[in-house]
């Protein structure tokens, strides 16, 4: 079983806020869609795709983001273009993410985003990983507000509908780095963007350290007008609810938290409604999930491929399994298509109850980041 950062959790400043058991019902919104509850899936290079969204969507999420889609592979009309824009009937709304340097470019990829069936264009300047940062793109716009500027303005003017974007707390935590996430952060709300998504880390942290969820709720009480979503250290239900109540943001991403647990959709849908956390899904009920995840990345990637992948989420549903390292280990350990089934037949053939997740990182998810996002943008 992958290591748990659990000696670093008692250090997050953040872990016991508090927060009263049920959010205020407040109504959130992404331009003219309405979402059912203040929670989405969130952007994730490797995962978001359309067969994460639609397993999480069937399991309550009302809103979804793609990972970030580079501008010049929508462009160029490749292979991986395909994959990164389909879409199911289920999986609306939506935002298709993309990620650019030139202003140009990012205007014409969110034309493609939306001719391909996306309800909103979400704009990276957020990304960490090196590779993007060196080539001027995510996270390096926070040290460029001209440029950042330029970028906003240009794709506002190439989108009529919603459109968003996500942030980092700033490039560093420098008085400098704080006044270019100002500088951005105000062009948005000036451009009327129907959303703002933050992540409480700096760029230069990655994913070290805590998101500093004091920022958020004060970036809210600074701002209470534009619609705010907050993003960083949400790997249960309850720390939805917590983050929610305590930052005050109109709506919550739910990131590493949702990878191999869409049920945390319907779990903080409870919450919301002032139930009680539902027990965790059952063997059979997380079976039904993989498979469900398994045919539909068939759709997007064809069977060879599409097994290939499913070795990654079967590790990441593992941890939800009474015999979580076990099975971990045998979902690290499929080559092939047979060994996945093989895995999926032994251990997942006998009903019993599913576990709780708690509220810690996963470290391996930690290690990975850098080589999956690099890999894609
Ligand atoms: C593997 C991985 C890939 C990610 N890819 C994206 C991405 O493509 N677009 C994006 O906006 N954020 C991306 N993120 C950032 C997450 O959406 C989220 O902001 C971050 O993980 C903090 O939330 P968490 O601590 O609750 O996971 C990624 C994060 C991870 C772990």
């Known amino acids: 079983m992958a290591n748990y950062l659990i000696s670093e959790v008692k250090d997050n400043p953040w872990a016991r806020v508090h927060a009263p058991p049920r959010p205020e019902a407040r109504p959130c919104r992404v331009g003219p869609f309405p979402l059912k509850m203040p929670a989405m899936q969130a952007g994730l290079a490797g995962y978001s795709d359309m067969a994460m969204r639609t397993v999480a969507r069937r399991r309550g999420c009302p809103y979804a983001i793609t990972e970030a889609l580079l501008d010049r592979v929508l462009l160029s009309g490749g292979r991986g273009r395909e994959k990164g824009l389909v879409l199911s009937d289920e999986d609306h709304p939506a935002a298709g993410q993309i990620i650019g340097s030139e202003a ?3 205007a014409a990829a969110a034309k493609i985003v939306l001719e391909a069936g996306f309800d909103a264009v979400d704009l990276n300047f957020a990304c960490p990983v090196k590779k993007v940062m060196g080539r001027c793109r995510g996270g390096y716009l926070l040290s460029d507000p001209d440029q950042a500027r330029q970028i906003m303005r240009q794709v506002r003017d190439a989108v009529p509908g919603p459109l968003t974007i996500k942030l980092r707390r700033a490039l560093d935590d420098s008085a400098q780095a704080a006044d270019w996430f100002s500088a951005v952060f105000n062009e948005a709300v000036a451009l009327n963007f129907s959303a703002i998504a933050v992540h ?3 760029v230069e942290q990655k994913y070290t350290g805590w998101a500093n969820w004091d920022f958020l709720r004060k970036l809210k009480q ?3 007008a534009p619609v705010l979503f907050g993003s960083g250290d949400v790997f249960t239900a309850d720390d939805a609810r917590r983050m929610l109540c305590y930052t005050g943001v109109d709506g919550v991403w739910i990131a590493r938290g949702a990878i191999g647990n869409p049920w945390i959709f319907s779990e903080f849908a409870a919450l919301c409604r002032g139930d009680p956390l539902p027990e965790p899904p ?8 993989l498979l469900e995840h398994f045919s539909l990345a068939v759709q997007i990637y064809g069977e060879e491929s599409a097994s290939r992948q499913m070795r990654k989420i079967g590790i990441k549903y593992s941890k939800l ?3 979580g390292p076990e099975v971990w280990r045998a979902f690290i350990n499929a080559k092939n298509q047979r060994d996945w089934n093989a895995a999926l037949e032994r251990y997942y053939a006998q009903d019993g109850p599913g576990v709780r997740v708690g509220s810690v990182p ?3 998810d930690v290690c990975n980041i850098d080589a999956t996002a690099a890999a894609r943008v």
């Open 104 to 106: 140009d470019e990012m």
């Open 321 to 323: 399994h009474p015999c």
């Open 222 to 224: 600074d701002n209470p």
């Open 282 to 289: 059952t063997v059979y009920a997380q079976r039904d999930a």
């Open 362 to 364: 996963d470290a391996q």
């Open 200 to 202: 409480g880390r700096t």
